[in-house]
């Protein structure tokens, strides 16, 4: 139920949440919420509301709602993710056939798109043929990137338009990678500026539906091009013509040689940027066999992935990121492709100084295969690990993905726990769409690791969600991602089944409803549900509401 007075017209309405509860360090029983223009002015108990509410606020009944800091998605693709949502799904295709039926009932007259597709998961992993595709779609040009868009499936006539035939990657079949499928992607996604920004559009309001209020951008050259990024960093611009969306924070992978080199690369976009981090490549995916590896897949020994960057030039860019105090940074998910990442820190070190490295903020994204020497450099340098807990509840557990890859090394895959416990700073996000936008089954993920000695508690994996994701950016404002007066009020309201306080030792997932644990509650995530999303809110400024919350 909701109450309101009139409205100031010299200001926003204030705004008092009330009989619900608050996830707040200020006060672990807080049940109300005061939100004051762009800041959360009070929290505290119901007593206190019942004082401090008049008729000048908006006053929401939570009826037992949660209210807690808006989820930050520390990397994602805005417009791979918008046009995933519109395309062809293709998740829950099992087999060849199934996937050239799909095809051919794809509405429309343009190219096919598609995305999801996941052969490890079909009896028969024999992929369809480019000419197969080319019947099935009539002729239309198809574009079906796999799960982890590291390759992709297209048809004979998208290759030749988009000049494969002597691109790496491509050998005359159906299946692209490496440069091959950099050219395709870019081929299927010659799109009006309208068109992308619709995509960006789509895929900001599926975030801000789930609870985020900010998301990480990894724009580079092979994904979309500094075209894309710009119209993702202009979501940010404010005015009448720009809707409220989830902050964007934009990262550009792009390769630089020198200081000089950085400098003009970031005077040429002409907007600002985060760092020169994310989505540049030293080498691809466990799925698509593109990970670098020290030795041969388990079901393909012959192969051991690709590896993009070598450490010269990866230590030249993160010597530069250091010179200009930036972050810098990398995909990289094999052991081998980490190897090469920590010696590029090392070399860069040794040219600019440890102290210049360790203070320009450097991340690596995904970084699934780590052993200890490799946590210990990490934790020495100060390295961000931007991670994706859905991808080992998608693929870690046995039998999955990782299994069939790489054998006994999958029991190591995405250590958590042990990053943690060596004080390395960890994030994380969703790499959507290669993962839905569902920021609570993400945490889950963390509880329910198929590796138990690599949990970590309820409180560990929200904070790697929230806080932890604008630390990662440096965000100029310390006090965002929590609700204490005077932080943003950036946050969602979640409908939850049942809430608990889980101890704080990430050893023992017990949960307690013990008020001696003086921790705010968080959902029990053991119930089959994710909680549903009921507003979220960043700045005081409403991105999404459901209308429940209100009725």
Partial sequence: ??????????????????????????????????????????????????????????????????????????????????IALDSLQLGGISSARELLDAVAAAPGDGPVLGHGWDETTWADAALPTAEELERASAGRPVYLSRVDVHS??????????????????????????????TAARQAARRLPEADLRRHQGRALSEAAANGYVAVAEMGAPHIGGADDLRLAAAWNSTGPETPSVPEVLAYWGELVSSEDHARSVLDGLGFGIRGLAGDLNIDGSVGSRTAALRSG????????????????????????????????????????????????????????????????????????????????????????????????????????LYQQRLGERSAGMNPFATLYAAGVPVCFGSDSPVTPLRPWSSVRACLEHHNPGERISARAAFLGHTRAGWRAVRYHNPMAGQLVPGAPASFAVWEVEELMVQVADGRVQSWSTDPRARTPLLPALDTGNDPVCLQTVRDGVELFSSPALRS
């Fill in 1 to 82: 139920m909701t109450q309101s007075g009139p409205a100031n017209p010299s200001r926003p309405q204030a705004v008092l949440y009330r009989n619900g509860s608050v996830y707040s360090a200020a006060d672990p029983f807080a049940t109300a919420m005061l939100v004051d223009g762009d800041t959360v002015a009070w929290v505290g108990s119901e007593q206190a509301a019942t004082s401090i509410a008049d008729s000048s606020m908006e006053v929401i009944d939570l009826r037992g709602a949660l209210v807690a800091p808006g989820f930050v998605d520390s990397h994602m693709h805005l417009t791979e993710t918008g």
């Fill in 297 to 400: 897949y388990s079901d393909a020994p012959e192969e051991k992935g690709s590896l993009y960057l070598g450490v010269d030039e990866a230590a030249a860019h993160l010597a530069a990121c250091s010179l200009l105090g930036i972050p810098g940074g990398f995909h990289v998910i094999g052991d081998a492709g980490l190897d090469a990442a920590l010696s590029a820190l090392d070399l860069a070190a040794a040219q600019v100084g440890e102290q210049r490295v360790r203070a320009a903020g450097h991340r690596f994204e995904h970084v699934e295969m780590v052993d200890a020497a490799a946590v210990e450099k990490l934790s020495r340098y100060s390295v961000t690990v931007s991670a994706q807990p859905a991808f080992d509840a998608a693929w870690g557990g046995a039998g999955g």
């Fill in 152 to 181: 992709a499936l297209v048809s004979a006539s998208l290759a030749r338009s988009a000049g494969l035939q002597d691109q790496d990657g491509f050998d005359g079949g159906p299946r692209v990678m490496r440069a091959a499928h």
